[in-house]
């Protein structure tokens, strides 16, 4: 199973908004609303920011929203912080009890 | 509180074996699935394997797939990961990782991970 393809660094300034896209097929991202995405600081473990493609668990700021549209999902963060500063994967449902993550993407708050 | 301790990550040689334990806390650990995800140096996230609530369904990345073994005791709210055949590549940060559901859903919960490195 082949990792979905995000961008490899995405930047903005405070208070912006920015986008981080999360392309698959219809076999993974396409086929299945099981997309959730996830936040990482150095050296540090992952945390869970979105699922269920657009549900955010109790915790996390509503500056982080998710979308779907065809094979391609995306994760929006507005308002940018410095604390957002992190990597961000995307991971998806590919079916028969099989999962793959994203390349990651590294969001530099500028 | 809810919290997975990862343990018996090390230093082994090619061919050699190592077997990881997760430790389970703050929750009942037979009503989840639980992955083992790793992540080498400087690299992304690959999710290496999953075992449902019951145990009755296992399944693995191609990677490791006939090397590694995922296997659970519910009784002693663990989660192990037996890594046979290693290799250069299999060198990683191992997290345990909690599924929402029972049959496999997302990953709401992470240990801090162990230290996997296979060199000659």
């Known amino acids: 199973q082949s990792a979905l393809t995000q961008p490899r660094s995405v930047s903005g300034s405070p208070g912006q908004s920015v986008t981080i896209s999360c392309t698959g097929t219809s076999s993974d991202v396409g086929g299945y609303n099981y997309v959730s995405w996830y936040q990482q600081y150095p050296g540090k473990a992952p945390k869970l920011m979105i699922y269920d493609v657009t549900k955010r668990p109790s915790g996390v700021p509503d500056r982080f929203s998710g979308s779907k549209s065809g094979n391609t999902a995306s994760l929006t963060i507005s308002g940018l912080r410095a604390e957002d500063e992190a990597d961000y994967y995307c991971?998806?449902?590919?079916?028969?009890?099989?999962?793959?993550f994203g390349g990651g993407t590294k969001l530099a708050v500028l | 509180q809810v919290q997975l301790v990862e343990s018996g990550g090390g230093v082994v040689q090619p061919g050699g074996s190592l077997r990881l334990s997760c430790a389970a806390s703050?929750?009942?650990?037979?009503?989840?699935?639980m992955h083992w995800v790793r992540q080498a140096p400087g690299k992304g996230l690959e999710w290496v394997a999953f075992i449902r609530y019951d145990g009755t369904i296992k399944n693995y990345a191609e990677s490791v797939k006939g090397r590694f073994t995922i296997s659970r005791d519910n009784s002693k709210n663990t989660v192990s990961l037996q890594m046979n055949s290693l290799r250069v590549e299999d060198t990683a940060v191992y997290y345990c990782a909690k599924d929402r559901g029972a049959s496999g859903s997302y990953m709401d919960v992470w240990g801090k991970g162990t230290t996997v490195t296979v060199f000659s």
């Open positions: 991971y998806s449902y590919v079916g028969r009890y099989t999962w793959v």
């Open positions: 703050g929750f009942i650990l037979s009503s989840h699935g």
